[in-house]
């Protein structure tokens, strides 16, 4: 059996580099924990293994941000929301290519992938944002 690449957030962000929405699944309960961890919070259990996870859902809540931090300035207004995926998966990201007065609750919504541009300022790692289906 190959070992397993460690179960944190720079592996995490690795594979959204290579287009991937990977979470950590418990071995023991089969919980999957996104983004992943290396405890599980049902059964306590550290082992894991990797499973690639659907990058569909629906929007559960939204905010519209017009006061953006410095680095997010010229991309305002823009909106942020909580996306459920399957198995109940939550999972936070900008809606882009939907215009700030059309998004709705419950609308279904798809994770897309923004190349890695280090221009040597946070964040470093590499971008989702969530699109209309």
């Known amino acids: 059996m190959s070992e397993q690449p460690p179960f944190t957030i720079e592996q995490f962000y690795k594979y959204i ?3 991937k929405l990977m979470g950590g699944k418990c071995i023991k309960c089969g919980k999957i924990h996104l983004p992943p961890r290396p405890l599980c919070d049902k059964c306590f259990s ?4 990797w499973t690639e996870i659907n990058q569909e859902g629906k ?6 941000i017009h006061v953006a931090p410095l680095q997010f300035q010229h991309m305002a207004p823009y909106a942020v929301g909580i996306v ?3 198995n109940g998966l939550k999972i936070p990201g900008m809606i ?3 215009a700030p007065e ?3 609750i419950g609308m ?3 994770m897309k992938f ?3 541009i280090d221009q040597g300022k946070w964040p470093k790692w590499p971008r989702y944002y969530f699109a209309q289906v």
């Open 59 to 64: 929007l559960l809540t939204y905010t519209v």
């Open 17 to 19: 580099n290579q287009k």
């Open 96 to 98: 882009r290519e939907v």
């Open 46 to 49: 550290k082992e894991f293994e």
């Open 102 to 104: 059309q998004i709705k």
């Open 114 to 116: 923004d190349t890695l």
């Open 108 to 110: 279904e919504l798809t």
């Open 84 to 86: 459920q995926l399957e």
